[in-house]
């Protein structure tokens, strides 16, 4: 049993060291990436300025915690931002789809693997410069508790595998389909809105705070960003965690059985 588990570790291990490589490969991709983030950051941060120069609190939330939640949210943005709909439609439309369902490891666990390490890169070369910026330029600052740090590590994790499973679910249907740039834009569009990274969840109507509840956006980005940035005591964390594991639960057996059905109507239109 332990010989299995070390051969699948070692196997999933080497998928997660190839991503670094490949991200350093595409240099001009990276720097205009990072020039759209750091724009992005002095976009919003003047806008909300904007938005308290003639009140004090907007939604029950003052200047200084909104700003703060804002910024931090376009740090974490870049680790929960996972183009697994356009990887599907690649797979089908390229008949590479052919090839990962007869390897002998799991695609889905595959493609965790590298979704995870894809993040965990994102968050060495993309969140920590960005970051750096944040707290010279933009006056951000960040929460010295160490027990902090951890809460939102672990909701951080919970919530990445919450969004996988559903993200799962959603590139499922390009094996209907054959058309995974349409359904990836309104995804995207969806999870900008839906998962805080543009306003906090709490500012939202009651109706939307409703709608955000029923989709696993928000576990994945307003979760552990609430947690770093105080907006989420830390004494929430226990039951922010159980939420997001409750998600976990329920997504990650129906991710499954929806890809055996899907499968089934698997069309290759290359090769």
Request: hydrophobic share 60%; with cysteine; charged share 10%.
């Amino acid at each position: 049993m332990f010989s299995l588990l070390r051969r699948r570790l070692s196997i999933y291990g080497a998928i997660m060291a190839l991503i670094p490589k490949q991200f350093m490969q595409y240099s001009a991709w990276f720097w205009a990436e990072m020039i759209g983030q750091v724009l992005a950051m002095v976009i919003v941060g003047s806008f909300w300025r904007a938005v308290y120069a003639s009140s004090t609190t907007v939604g029950g939330l003052t200047a200084d915690s909104t700003i703060r939640y804002i910024l931090l949210a376009q740090l974490v943005a870049p680790l929960v931002r996972w183009g697994m709909i356009l990887e599907m439609g690649g797979l089908v439309s390229q008949g590479g789809v052919a090839i990962e369902l007869t390897r002998p490891i799991d695609m889905q666990a595959r493609m965790f693997a590298q979704g995870l390490a894809a993040s965990l890169t994102n968050l060495i070369f993309k969140s920590g410069p960005l970051a750096l910026f944040g707290w010279l330029f933009l006056g951000l600052t960040f929460p010295t508790d160490p027990l902090t740090w951890g809460a939102f590590l672990i909701s951080w994790l919970l919530g990445f595998a919450a969004l996988f499973c559903f993200d799962w679910i959603i590139a499922c249907v390009v094996f209907y389909t054959t058309e995974a740039w349409g359904l990836h834009i309104l995804r995207e569009g969806v999870a900008a809105f839906l998962s805080g990274a543009l306003i906090p969840l709490a500012m939202m109507p009651s109706l939307l705070q409703k709608v955000a509840a029923v989709v696993p956006f928000g576990q994945a980005l307003y979760v552990p960003v609430g947690l770093l940035s105080g907006l989420i005591p830390l004494s929430g964390a226990p039951k922010a965690w159980l939420i997001q594991i409750a998600w976990i639960v329920v997504l990650l057996p129906l991710s499954r059985f929806v890809f055996s059905r899907a499968v089934r109507a698997v069309t290759v239109q290359g090769g």
